[in-house]
Structure formats: C-alpha cells, structure tokens
C-alpha cells in the first residue's frame, strides 16, 4: 500500500448559526441569511478542497466532550437529528454520513500506541455532535467524502492547558501515523473558534447583522495578531504564544483541535491562506487553509500520476 499523506490542514470553525444562515433542506429553522462574509469564506475553502479530492476529512470537536480518553466514530453510517444545545432556535440538522472506520481504527490504534486513553465509539444510535456536523457541513455539504471524528478529551479543561495541549500534540502526530499506514491522502479540520467572548442575548431576528460585532476588543486584538502570524507563517511563534491566547481571549483553541491539527501537519511553518473571518454572537472566527502540496511539504503522488512509492519531502 502506498504511504498516505496530509494533503492540507483548514480551521474551519462551527458556530451553528452559519447552517442556519445557509438554509440547507437538512436544517428545520428557516433564516433570512446573515454572517455572509463567514460563509463566503466557506465558499472559498469548499472551491480548494474540490480541486484537492481527498479520500477522508478527518474533523476534531470541541462539542463531542469526553471525560476520560480520546474517542472515535466507530460505525461506518451515522443518521439521525442533531441539536444544538444552546441555540435549538438555529439548529436542528437532520444528519447522515459515512465514517472511514478502518482509519478511524488506525487513529486509535496509535494514539494509545502513544500513550493516550482511547475508545471506539460503537453506538449505532450515537447523536453527533454539532461542531462536527456544522464544520463538515459548511465545507463539504454534499457529504460525499468519508470522515473521520474525533472527540475532545477535556483534559485541558480539568488537568492543564499545557498538559492538556501536549496530549492534543501527541494524538495529532499519531493520526498522522494511521493516516501513512492506510494510504489515505486525508485533509484535516480543526473546529475551533478563537476569541470565544460573546453576549449572553440574542437580538430578535438572530440573523440581524446590525447586532454583529466583536464582543471585546481586546480579544479582537488577539484574533487579529494570530491571524497575522498565521498568515505570515510564524507557527512557532504562535504556538509559544498560544496559552496567553487561550487565557485572555478565552479561546477555543483551548479544547484542543488547533494543536491537533497542527501536529499531525508537522507545525508547517508555510503562510496559512485567510478565506475569510466575522464574528458570530460576539466570538471570533477565521476560515483558513494550509496547503501542504501547494507549499511543497508533501508529495502530488495520485493528482500527478507520479509512482506511488516516490519519496516525498515531510513537513518540519
Ligand atoms: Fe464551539
């Protein structure tokens, strides 16, 4: 079996209200639109990953919480209704999709190779979560790739950030293993909004734009000077900084998905490419990419038609 690869990493957060914004026959509330420069930056990133043609989008939640250990669907077709907890006004999907299970096993398997809790998840009747249904919605919304989901342990919520984070660190680079050892050439999406100060009411019409603004201007000031990093390469940097981030601008970085990501991609130090960033209930959020073929980190092996075996370049 040929060596697979990470083709290319995107944030790709999941505030609920961009579904509902987008109106698709699988959600029930109807909206009049809003938070279009989000889902235009969606738009963006959904023309790049139809010129990619992955075999697996392997997504990291925030909103499938798991007290002990690191889990992962385990039943190969998933249906039912998911609800948003906080906003069932905006948020009943009706859902439907095919799970990679022989990766979502390998991930498993090297995860706890690594040393980390893990779990399969076998629930045939399992509700999934929303984060991971409204980021694979808004980049994909056919649901014609198959995925990869991952839960999110809550260790940095109950032990560290900084242990917490370097457990994300270790499950990233053993997804990255299992993605090798199966040959699957797979993209990777951190779900993660990252200034997460928001307000507590909603206007009337939720979908009223005048509403939308940055909660807090500092934690605007942190979104903006990551995304400047990010888009100038500096992942080192932001990763050093990380923690500062999490703690003032209460981001959900925290829960672990970024870090996930970034290690499984090998922490490129490669300009991220910004589709797009707004606010949603005050929180900040940013659709970017990273593509790894584009900057030369890893091989064109099936869309050049190059010998499977040809040796390819890692990421640093
Ligand atoms: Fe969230």
Redesign the pocket.
């Known amino acids: 079996m040929a060596k697979g690869e990470i083709i290319a990493g995107f944030l790709a ?3 609920p209200n961009l579904v509902y914004g987008e109106n698709p026959p699988q959600n029930e509330p109807d909206s009049e639109g809003g938070w279009e420069q989000l889902r235009w930056a969606y738009e963006r990133a959904r023309i790049s990953l139809e010129r990619m043609k992955p075999d697996v989008l392997l997504v990291h939640s ?2 499938w919480m798991t007290q002990l250990g690191h889990h992962f669907l385990g039943v190969q077709h998933l249906s039912g209704k998911s609800v948003d907890p906080i906003f069932p006004n905006l948020f009943r999907y009706d859902f439907a999709l095919e799970v990679d299970v022989t990766l979502a096993e390998a991930c498993c398997r090297e995860a706890a190779k690594a040393g980390l809790v893990t779990k399969m998840m076998r629930n045939p009747n399992f509700r999934v979560d929303y ?1 991971t249904i409204t980021t694979l919605h808004m980049i994909r919304p056919q649901w014609d790739i198959p995925v990869v989901g991952i839960s999110a342990n809550n260790s940095p919520h109950y032990v560290s950030t900084k242990r917490g984070l370097s457990e994300m660190d270790k499950l990233g680079k053993a997804t990255r293993k299992a993605i090798e050892k199966t040959g699957r050439r797979a993209v990777v999406l951190a ?3 990252l200034c ?1 100060w928001h307000f507590h009411e909603e206007p009337e019409i939720p979908e009223d734009m005048s509403e939308e603004r940055p909660k807090d201007y500092n934690g605007y000031k942190w979104d903006m000077r990551i995304i400047d990093m990010l888009r100038r390469g500096e992942t080192k940097q932001v990763f050093k900084i990380l923690p500062q981030f999490i703690d003032e601008a209460f981001a ?1 970085v925290k ?1 672990g998905a970024f870090t996930w990501m970034f290690a499984a991609m090998g922490y490129p130090e490669i300009p991220g490419e910004l589709h797009g960033y707004g606010t949603v209930i005050g ?1 900040g959020n940013a659709v970017m990419e990273w593509d790894l073929v584009k900057a030369g980190l890893v091989g064109k092996r099936r869309a050049a038609k190059k010998p499977a075996a040809r040796k390819t370049r890692r990421a640093a």
């Open positions: 957060p999941h505030p925030p909103h984060g779900s993660n909004t997460r959900e829960s929180t």
